[in-house]
């Protein structure tokens, strides 16, 4: 009985560590950004830079495995991390042309969209485009554009993925955008100048135009005089009449601007709107002042409520 007794729980003992299965290694909690890796037949720049934009969301948002989702991780992606890979996308998208940086916004949508739909509970879809919106749309963005921004907001204002009450801002946002794109005509406008003149946007001719909606009190308005009168290139441009600079006040408090309104440079175009038609949004939308286009000989948009810096850049090559 001894014996057998012995045998019995050598027998369970086997059976027992024979059924324990080998631990298996924890899953990681984050992961690095999966970044695409351009084929190495492609060695053009430009043709390696619209590649990567169309193809730059691929391995994020892979239909088949969710990664941790929670509320500093998006896919595995903890959130600085994929904020940082926004503001990469937004500045390749600033190296392209305008249509292939438009295409790169449909395809952003198109992946998002899909892989919501094959892992409704994770949080790419809300969280992803929320940071699309604020680089490309926030008016204290260094990176917006209103123009790439408008593929990608078209389709947030009608997706079946998008809440009703989240519907409508999207598709004021989409009017927004809407509003004299780049490479359409500008709105044509009155105002009146500093000697209480009436005149209108399409009737100062110059081969190139950069239309200001500022403020006298505004900090970064000043800078932008500074900026200007510090560039020997710029001023060249406005001395010998290639440009002209317009700067339209168009906030209700009129007497501010006309105490103030020789604080601006003599050589630019100043005024103010006296019927404050640009504030009501339907000619053009400025949501933060400064903002700067530049229009050509043909008052066509070249550049939309551009970032200063840009702006300046662009002049100084010209």
Not at 121 to 140: H, K, M, Q, W
Not at 212 to 223: L, Q, T, V
Request: charge should be negative.
């Amino acid at each position: 009985m001894n014996r057998r007794l012995g045998i019995l729980l050598l027998v369970c003992v086997a059976l027992s560590c024979g059924t324990r299965k080998k631990a298996a290694p924890a899953a990681p909690a984050t992961r690095e950004f999966p970044m695409a890796e351009v084929p190495v037949m492609i060695t053009e720049p430009h043709e390696r830079a619209t590649w990567i934009a169309q193809h730059f969301w691929d391995r994020f948002t892979q239909p088949d495995k969710l990664y941790l989702c929670d509320s500093v991780t998006v896919n595995g992606v903890p959130d600085e991390k994929l904020e940082q890979q926004v503001g990469l996308f937004a500045s390749i998208l600033q190296q392209l042309q305008l249509p292939d940086g438009q295409a790169a916004m449909e395809t952003v949508y198109n992946r998002l969209e899909a892989f919501q739909k094959a892992q409704p509970e994770g949080n790419v879809f809300a969280r992803t485009s929320a940071l699309l919106s604020r680089y490309f749309y926030d008016p204290n963005s260094p990176v917006r554009s209103e123009d790439l921004y408008l593929p990608f907001v078209s389709r947030m204002a009608s997706s079946e993925l998008v809440p009703d009450e989240e519907k409508s801002q999207y598709a004021w946002e989409k009017q927004v955008c809407s509003l004299n794109r780049t490479g359409t005509p500008a709105a044509d406008f009155r105002f009146v100048d500093t000697a209480g003149r009436t005149r209108t946007l399409y009737g100062i001719q110059a081969e190139w135009l950069l239309l200001i909606f500022g403020n006298p009190d505004c900090k970064a308005c000043r800078e932008i005089m500074e900026d200007m009168g510090a560039s020997v290139q710029i001023s060249n441009l406005i001395n010998s009449g290639r440009l002209k600079v317009v700067d339209v006040y168009i906030d209700e408090d009129i007497d501010l601007w006309k105490e103030r309104r020789d604080s601006y440079p003599s050589a630019w175009i100043n005024g103010y709107d006296p019927t404050f038609t640009i504030r009501t949004d339907r000619i053009y939308a400025v949501r933060a002042v400064p903002s700067l286009y530049l229009l050509d000989k043909d008052k066509t948009v070249v550049l939309k409520d551009a970032p200063a810096q840009w702006a300046l850049e662009i002049l100084e090559t010209l």
